[in-house]
Nanobody, 123 residues
Framework: VQLVESGGGSVQAGGSLRLSCVAS????????ITWFRQAPGKEREGVAA??????RANYAGSVKGRFTISQDKNTMYLEMNSLKVEDTAMYYC????????????????????WGQGTQVTVS
């Protein structure tokens, strides 16, 4: 699986960005797919996950109500609204090792395939 993110950039607080992640080499119809982020000096954290095979979504408390994860075939999206300075980070998309029984956890350990990341800076 190859994952390529795009859509990052610099935005003022309160603004919006839409991240995209194109997956190739694999059909994303049963895996969990997730957006993670990592700020300098901090651990990588899951922010939004979904398992469209089961129609489930899972959001970190810090982004719930502001971020929306979606998928269109082999492209994943992260719609980010009402951005805050603390959302500044490198954002990565990831695909799970297997179906995870239809669950969509936010744990790094559950994901085997990663993109290179796209930087989001909120000022």
């Amino acid at each position: 699986v190859q994952l390529v993110e795009s859509g990052g950039g610099s935005v003022q607080a309160g603004g919006s960005l839409r991240l995209s992640c194109v997956a190739s080499g694999y059909a994303l119809n049963k895996n969990a797919i997730t957006w993670f982020r990592q700020a300098p000096g901090k651990e990588r954290e899951g922010v939004a996950a979904t398992n469209f095979g089961r129609g489930r979504a899972n959001y970190a408390g810090s982004v719930k109500g502001r971020f929306t994860i979606s998928q269109d075939k082999n492209t994943m999206y992260l719609e980010m609204n009402s951005l805050k300075v603390e959302d500044t980070a490198m954002y990565y998309c990831a695909v799970s090792r297997g179906s995870l029984f239809g669950l969509c956890p936010l744990r790094v350990v559950d994901y085997a395939h990663w993109g290179q990341g796209t930087q989001v800076t909120v000022s």
